[in-house]
T-cell receptor
Framework: DTAVSQTPKYLVTQMGNDKSIKCEQN?????MYWYKQDSKKFLKIMFS???????INETVPNRFSPKSPDKAHLNLHINSLELGDSAVYFC???????????FGPGTRLTVT | QKEVEQNSGPLSVPEGAIASLNCTYS??????FFWYRQYSGKSPELIMF????GDKEDGRFTAQLNKASQYVSLLIRDSQPSDSATYLC???????????FGRGTSLIVHP
């Protein structure tokens, strides 16, 4: 069974469109995350959710909105997509504040 | 500003050698330390974590932590071409939900 899963794996869309990426974890973890990894490979934290509550919201554009329907799911919705949004987006989960993270396979978003 | 610094590399070592990867961090409140391996086109995967000063060994991997000097290192013994990847260092402050990642070191193990 996949621990952290994301859909879709690839997403190609045009500027101005709205898209969503879904994430699910079956590890029973309390905290989930969204990361953006750009072409320079730097892993940048975007959001963190703990028990369905947003606990950290890094300085990302408000076009990005995380939504967590329950503890096992954290979706990422992006409005008005821009060329600079092209990147790989990783979902991750963690059991606690000092513990390791488990990453999903990533979603490669290409905005044309 | 909490920072985690890694040499971007690439670090090139011959097969069978010891690869030494280093990471320094600025936040003295850091409590837990992680090494992730990321193959090209794949997601980061945890290979080691360490919480206490000293060495921690797991197979061919040894993590070393020195909190006084604020560095953590990863040694890979008997390096294999399959170890070629980017290695990410991550640090978590006690009680923080947010880890800080370094930019990663690219390791190339050549036959």
């Amino acid at each position: 069974d996949t621990a952290v899963s994301q859909t879709p794996k690839y997403l190609v869309t045009q500027m101005g469109n709205d898209k969503s990426i879904k994430c699910e974890q079956n590890l029973g973890h309390d905290t989930m995350y969204w990361y953006k990894q750009d072409s320079k490979k730097f892993l940048k934290i975007m959001f963190s959710y703990n028990n369905k509550e947003l606990i950290i919201n890094e300085t990302v554009p408000n076009r990005f909105s995380p939504k967590s329907p329950d503890k096992a799911h954290l979706n990422l919705h992006i409005n008005s997509l821009e060329l600079g949004d092209s990147a790989v987006y990783f979902c991750a989960s963690s059991p606690g504040t000092i513990h390791e993270q488990y990453f999903g396979p990533g979603t490669r978003l290409t905005v044309t | 500003q909490k920072e985690v610094e890694q040499n971007s590399g690439p670090l090139s070592v011959p097969e069978g050698a010891i690869a030494s990867l280093n990471c320094t961090y600025s936040d003295r409140g850091s409590q837990s330390f992680f090494w992730y391996r990321q193959y090209s086109g794949k997601s980061p995967e945890l290979i080691m974590f360490i919480y206490s000063n000293g060495d921690k060994e797991d197979g061919r991997f040894t993590a070393q932590l020195n909190k006084a000097s604020q560095y953590v290192s990863l040694l890979i013994r008997d390096s294999q071409p399959s170890d070629s990847a980017t290695y990410l260092c991550a640090v978590r402050r006690g009680g923080s939900y947010i880890p800080t990642f370094g930019r990663g070191t690219s390791l190339i193990v050549h036959p």
